[in-house]
């Protein structure tokens, strides 16, 4: 990290690194801007966790209310490692992993406020959703505006677990629309998903190709034109 910082402070940058509240509101701002005024529930699932966050944006009635932040130690990467011992997995530790992952999910929705007003569309936003958009659709080449805003059933989200359920990681990667990088976690990547979307009733997401990099981009834009930046956090900009 140290290296990384003062590489970028001797190229002339002003680094900043971001508590992960900032990072979950720069995130669901730029997942945001295409449901305006709509109450939703933002999950970016990674390699190593999952992040949840609801709530509004209307720009034109002045609102960004987000609430239900929330951090979980389930990602791709960590149910692979946690529950396969290879691929395909058995049975009894495809079974676990999403037992596992359907348990901390259920405790999030659960240990909600009682006043908790449930958000009615559940967008996704990573690697794992955009690559189960591409192999449902066989997508090669890889087309992003195909994928962006596309919905995934979960009846689609458990055939692609079905499918590849009983293939190792080069008959995964051989499947249209896998790239050969994912196709060690795509697997218990797609566990995570049915399991969030089963946890919270959701029989559909929604795809969203913009996350953090789109916030911070609008973020960016909104402090450079001098106005108070949307989601309350105003970030250092270099000279250059």
């Known amino acids: 990290a140290a290296l990384l910082l003062d590489g970028l402070r001797e190229l002339g940058l002003e680094p900043q690194v971001i508590p992960g509240e900032v990072e979950a509101r720069l995130t669901f701002f730029g997942v945001a801007h295409d449901f305006a005024g709509e109450r939703i529930i933002v999950a970016d699932s990674g390699g190593g966790s999952t992040e949840l966050a609801t709530g509004v944006y209307a720009p034109e009635r002045g609102v960004f209310a987000l609430e239900g932040t929330r951090s979980l130690d389930i990602g791709c990467r960590r149910v692979t490692e946690r529950f396969f011992s290879a691929l395909p997995p058995a049975r009894g530790e495809l079974t676990a992993a999403a037992a596992w992952?359907?348990?901390?999910?259920?405790?999030?929705?659960?240990?909600?406020?009682?006043?908790?007003?449930?958000?009615?569309?559940?967008?996704?936003?990573?690697?794992?959703?955009?690559?189960?958009?591409?192999?449902v659709h066989e997508?090669?080449?890889?087309?992003?505006?195909?994928?962006?805003?596309?919905?995934?059933?979960?009846?689609?989200?458990?055939?692609?677990?079905?499918?590849?359920?009983?293939?190792?990681?080069?008959?995964?990667?051989?499947?249209?629309?896998?790239?050969?990088?994912?196709?060690?976690?795509?697997l218990a990547g797609a566990v995570v998903i049915r399991e969030l979307m089963r946890a919270g009733g959701y029989k559909t997401l929604t795809v969203s190709e913009n996350s953090l990099l789109a916030g911070m981009a609008a973020t960016i834009n909104e402090a450079l034109d001098g106005a108070t930046p949307t989601i309350s956090w105003t970030p250092s900009l270099s000279a250059l």
Do not use: C, W
């Open 101 to 135: 992952a359907g348990e901390q999910f259920a405790a999030y929705f659960e240990g909600l406020p009682s006043n908790f007003e449930r958000a009615e569309r559940l967008v996704a936003v990573g690697g794992t959703v955009t690559t189960l958009v591409a192999l």
């Open 139 to 186: 997508l090669e080449p890889y087309d992003s505006s195909f994928v962006h805003l596309r919905e995934l059933s979960l009846d689609q989200v458990s055939a692609a677990i079905e499918r590849m359920s009983a293939l190792d990681a080069d008959g995964i990667a051989a499947l249209p629309g896998v790239q050969s990088k994912r196709a060690g976690v795509i």
